[in-house]
């Protein structure tokens, strides 16, 4: 059970108690979808306490080993009386946690609880994704990827990029998915020079690359793609760089493997994006995890000092971004597996594709 998994490790984040606030962190390990809710977990503690707005859903929801109450004052002071007695490290979330909320935290706490910062133990867990993690990762690829396809078949041109962003995510909520898993690029012409840019109400023209970095979110879990397309014929330097950011992509991932540095993953593909003359162009890190957040760990990047292992779920996204004349993306969202990787996204081609 992932909470047994977490108490083996309190010991090294010098906790006797770890208290879960996160909503993120706190659905990961019981289950529970609302909003607020928090965890005290210990060798004899499994606790979990929500408002009385959500008694009857965490009955449905919050995995049975807890023990559930629902507050009648603050969280905290309410979990309070059932915590061990004598002196004890309650540790919290440093990291997840505002100063105000460590002030409403500290607050209630007698003196006989020493409050410890405590960095990543949950997100560390919730890094190496189970099998059933995966296949909801790989339905909401799927519903990503046809919602995608059906707006191509459809035509771009004389589409603002705002209106094909929400098309795109109202196909994904038709097709069963909560939403988007974060609000979705769509970028056209020099608008795609902009790594993350907010689509427009500018109409998308022929001639053009058009970015569309989408995704959705199916039963808390996100999918991640990012394809590039060209409306009519491009201009040869469009066509020219998509064909390098394909083959450095390529590269990229046949480099994700079991064992690998994430740092030198990096390194590989930015070496020839660099070495064809864009040093300049691709500035943003090669990829990064993927499971209830759209970014998680591990990272692909120079920064990163991680080593990708069996059940990482990471993204790979080179681009060559061109400022007043185009930009473009291409990206798959992958497991690392004992002898490869399984692309989740495969559903959409990566052949640079021409549309109406």
Same mark, same amino acid.
């Given at each position: ?26 659905r990961y390990l019981t289950g ?94 919730r890094r190496i994704k189970d ?6 990762? #790989? &339905? /909401? $690829?799927?519903? %990503?990827?046809?919602a995608l396809a059906a707006l191509?078949?459809? @035509? =771009? +041109? ?76 491009? #201009? &040869? /330097? $469009?066509?020219? %760089? ?9 590269? @990229? =991932? +046949? ?102």
């Open positions: 059970m992932r909470t047994d998994r977490l108490l083996e490790r309190l010991p090294e984040a010098g906790a006797d108690l770890m208290l879960v606030s996160d909503a993120v962190n706190v529970f979808t609302g909003d607020n809710a928090i965890v005290v977990a210990g060798p004899d503690t499994r606790l979990f306490v929500t408002d009385s707005r959500y008694t009857e859903q965490a009955a449905e929801e919050v995995e049975p080993s807890f023990q559930q109450l629902t507050a009648t004052e603050g969280l905290i002071a309410s979990a309070l009386p059932l915590l061990p007695q004598g002196s004890l490290r309650l540790g919290f979330e440093s990291e997840r946690v505002s100063y105000a909320q460590y002030r409403q935290i500290s607050v209630h706490m007698p003196e006989r609880i020493e409050l410890v910062p405590v960095v990543g133990l949950v997100e560390g867990l099998a059933g993690e995966i296949e909801l990762m #790989a &339905a /909401a $690829a799927k519903i %990503a990827d046809d191509l078949a459809a @035509g =771009l +041109e004389g589409h603002t990029e705002r209106e094909l962003a929400i098309a795109l995510e109202h196909d994904v909520r038709l097709r069963g998915a909560e939403g988007p898993s974060f609000p979705s690029i769509v970028a056209s012409g020099a608008h795609g020079a902009l790594p993350h840019a907010v689509p427009r109400d500018v109409a998308v023209q022929r001639g053009e690359l058009v970015t569309f970095d989408w995704g959705a979110r199916y039963r808390g879990y996100c999918s991640d793609c990012t394809r590039t397309v060209a409306v009519g014929e491009p #201009a &040869a /330097a $469009a066509r020219e %760089a998509y064909e390098l950011v394909l083959g450095s992509q390529l590269v @990229g =991932l +046949e480099a994700v493997r079991s064992g690998a540095s994430c740092r030198e993953i990096d390194a590989t593909v930015r070496e020839i994006i660099y070495g064809a003359g864009h040093s300049e162009h691709f500035g943003h890190g090669l990829g990064h995890g993927v499971g209830l957040e759209i970014h998680e760990a591990p990272r692909l990047s120079r920064l990163s000092d991680d080593t990708l292992e069996v059940g990482d779920v990471v993204t790979v996204e080179p681009g060559v971004y061109l400022p007043g004349e185009f930009g473009l993306r291409i990206e798959d969202h992958v497991v690392v597996e004992p002898d490869g990787i399984r692309i989740l996204t495969p559903g959409v081609p990566k052949r640079l594709l021409i549309v109406d």
